[in-house]
């Protein structure tokens, strides 16, 4: 029979030899352990090091890369936008506008107009990136736009709200109202997935799953539901709103100031109002094609100066700050 040297579970409890090399082992307290200490967080310094290094290229080397010099062959930054969205762009004006012409002569300084605005609508964008008519797009794109892109820090975060042309909506909970959105905007991907937390069943535990129990049930009663209809367009949300047939239709705020505020004379709007509960949030983003990261890291590297330094509130306040 094989020798048990320390003694481990027997009444007699840890034999001396056991402590004895217990004690030996490196100690991370005290003056004694300093060097070990250090050590340690050399070793934890080096992966965070390569991520940085791997994802904060210097500038040098992304200005000298295959996408910015394709940039600087044509002698021109192509940017797509929306040419429709007050204080993001309009007639060539705006929050983006203004972004996509700092980004233009930072890749060409030396350009007397590097940039060239391309109007897009939110169903041709990505085919003008697909085809490279365009080199970046800067239209109210959101990561939910989808994964074959490349996508910069977000310049901009909006609000998506519930609106209403009743005050008497404005206090209650959106699951209490008709509300209509469009499935496919970016406001409407958020109050869809509002919409599934708030219907949700509860969830399984690991632990359950693991030993294989039944799923939990619901108490009657105990799920909330939303009476939701889905639309094909702006005008189709509209139209719902104004004829009655929903309570209140899901919008960012960039489309509220759109259509309520910029625009709502021309259209004979009336007055709207917004529901107390929001329902989430969108962030805006440059957006390039997955294989022409470059622009999107020196988008990356512009917003963070500009972030940095308060420029970048200043133009937010500039074009949206000011809405009437």
């Given at each position: 029979?094989?020798?048990?040297?320390?003694?481990?579970?027997?009444?007699?409890?840890?034999?001396?030899?056991?402590?004895?090399?217990?004690?030996?082992?490196?100690?991370?307290?005290?003056?004694?352990?300093?060097?070990?200490?250090?050590?340690?967080?050399?070793i934890?310094?080096?992966?965070?090091?390569l991520?940085?290094?791997?994802?904060?290229?210097?500038?040098?080397?992304?200005?000298?890369?295959?996408?910015?010099?394709?940039?600087?062959?044509?002698?021109?930054?192509?940017?797509?936008?929306?040419?429709?969205?007050?204080?993001?762009?309009?007639?060539?004006?705006?929050?983006?506008a203004?972004?996509?012409?700092?980004?233009?002569?930072?890749?060409?300084?030396?350009?007397?107009?590097?940039?060239?605005?391309?109007?897009?609508?939110?169903?041709?964008?990505?085919?003008?990136?697909?085809?490279?008519?365009?080199?970046?797009?800067?239209?109210?794109?959101?990561?939910?736009?989808?994964?074959?892109?490349?996508?910069?820090?977000?310049?901009?975060?909006?609000?998506?709200?519930?609106?209403?042309?009743?005050r008497?909506?404005?206090?209650?909970?959106?699951?209490?109202?008709?509300?209509?959105y469009?499935?496919?905007?970016?406001?409407?991907?958020?109050?869809a997935?509002?919409?599934?937390?708030?219907?949700?069943?509860?969830?399984?535990?690991?632990?359950?799953?693991?030993?294989?129990?039944?799923?939990?049930?619901?108490?009657?009663g105990?799920?909330?539901s939303?009476?939701?209809?889905?639309?094909?367009?702006?005008?189709?949300?509209?139209?719902?709103?104004?004829?009655?047939?929903?309570?209140?239709?899901?919008?960012?705020g960039?489309?509220?100031?759109?259509?309520?505020?910029?625009?709502?004379?021309?259209?004979?709007?009336?007055?709207?109002?917004?529901?107390?509960?929001?329902?989430?949030?969108?962030?805006?983003?440059?957006?390039?094609?997955?294989?022409?990261?470059?622009?999107?890291?020196?988008?990356?590297?512009?917003?963070?100066?500009?972030?940095?330094s308060?420029?970048?509130?200043?133009?937010?306040?500039?074009?949206?700050?000011?809405?009437?």
């Amino acid at each position: 029979m094989r020798r048990n040297p320390y003694k481990i579970g027997r009444t007699r409890g840890i034999s001396p030899r056991l402590k004895q090399w217990l004690n030996n082992l490196p100690n991370l307290k005290g003056h004694e352990g300093r060097w070990l200490r250090r050590g340690l967080i050399f070793i934890l310094l080096i992966p965070i090091a390569l991520i940085a290094v791997h994802f904060l290229k210097p500038e040098t080397s992304l200005q000298n890369s295959v996408e910015i010099g394709r940039v600087r062959s044509k002698g021109v930054l192509t940017v797509a936008v929306r040419d429709d969205m007050p204080g993001f762009c309009e007639n060539g004006e705006g929050l983006e506008a203004e972004l996509a012409l700092r980004l233009a002569r930072r890749i060409l300084p030396d350009a007397e107009e590097p940039l060239k605005l391309v109007p897009v609508t939110s169903t041709t964008v990505t085919t003008k990136l697909a085809d490279g008519s365009v080199d970046l797009a800067a239209a109210l794109k959101t990561k939910s736009s989808g994964s074959g892109y490349a996508y910069s820090y977000a310049y901009y975060t909006d609000t998506v709200y519930a609106v209403t042309l009743d005050r008497a909506h404005v206090s209650q909970p959106v699951h209490e109202l008709r509300v209509g959105y469009i499935p496919n905007t970016p406001a409407g991907t958020v109050f869809a997935s509002y919409v599934r937390e708030l219907t949700a069943a509860p969830e399984q535990s690991m632990l359950d799953k693991l030993l294989r129990r039944p799923a939990p049930t619901a108490a009657p009663g105990s799920i909330t539901s939303v009476d939701t209809v889905r639309l094909g367009s702006y005008e189709e949300l509209l139209d719902a709103l104004l004829s009655g047939r929903i309570d209140a239709a899901v919008m960012a705020g960039a489309y509220v100031h759109k259509y309520f505020e910029a625009e709502r004379e021309a259209l004979e709007l009336p007055e709207c109002y917004l529901l107390e509960q929001t329902v989430g949030e969108v962030e805006y983003r440059f957006m390039a094609n997955s294989e022409d990261p470059a622009l999107t890291r020196l988008a990356d590297m512009m917003i963070y100066e500009m972030k940095s330094s308060g420029e970048l509130d200043k133009l937010v306040e500039k074009y949206i700050g000011q809405r009437g």
